[in-house]
């Protein structure tokens, strides 16, 4: 995960992107792929997939209140500028997410194929 942000970091400033930008980008990568990695690690047996038909209502408030609050941040101007973010666009948001998931993806195989399954 950590490879992944400052890759996206690193990645938005070489493009000409602005600073606070490139934090935005890099701080929205980071709490997606952790949500992501809450779903992921619900269970070391079932797949990402087998585990969404467990019902579990504290999962959904934290990624309820972690995505809204997560919006706030980068759309209300005040919290914004508290954060010294810039603003992003939809096209950075799906950036965001397909790193988030392919974080997880990556996660989910290597816990299939390198890790050792529980007994």
């Given at each position: 995960?950590?490879?992944?942000?400052?890759a996206?970091?690193?990645?938005?400033?070489?493009?000409?992107?602005?600073?606070?930008?490139?934090?935005?980008?890099?701080?929205?990568?980071?709490?997606?792929?952790?949500?992501?990695?809450?779903?992921?690690n619900?269970?070391?047996?079932?797949?990402?997939?087998?585990?969404?038909?467990?019902?579990?209502?504290?999962?959904?408030?934290?990624?309820?209140?972690?995505?809204?609050?997560?919006?706030?941040?980068?759309y209300?101007?005040?919290?914004?500028?508290?954060?010294?973010?810039?603003?992003?666009?939809?096209?950075?948001?799906?950036?965001?997410?397909?790193?988030?998931?392919?974080?997880?993806?990556?996660?989910?195989?290597?816990?299939?194929?390198?890790?050792?399954?529980?007994?």
């Open positions: 995960l950590l490879a992944v942000l400052l996206i970091y690193a990645g938005a400033l070489h493009l000409g992107r602005m600073e606070g930008e490139a934090r935005a980008l890099t701080f929205s990568a980071m709490i997606v792929a952790s949500l992501g990695l809450i779903f992921a619900r269970s070391r047996s079932r797949s990402l997939l087998a585990t969404l038909g467990k019902r579990n209502h504290a999962l959904w408030w934290v990624m309820g209140g972690a995505s809204s609050l997560l919006a706030l941040v980068l209300v101007p005040a919290l914004r500028e508290l954060f010294y973010f810039g603003a992003l666009q939809a096209a950075d948001l799906a950036l965001v997410v397909g790193a988030g998931a392919g974080c997880i993806a990556v996660f989910e195989l290597a816990r299939r194929y390198a890790l050792p399954q529980p007994r």
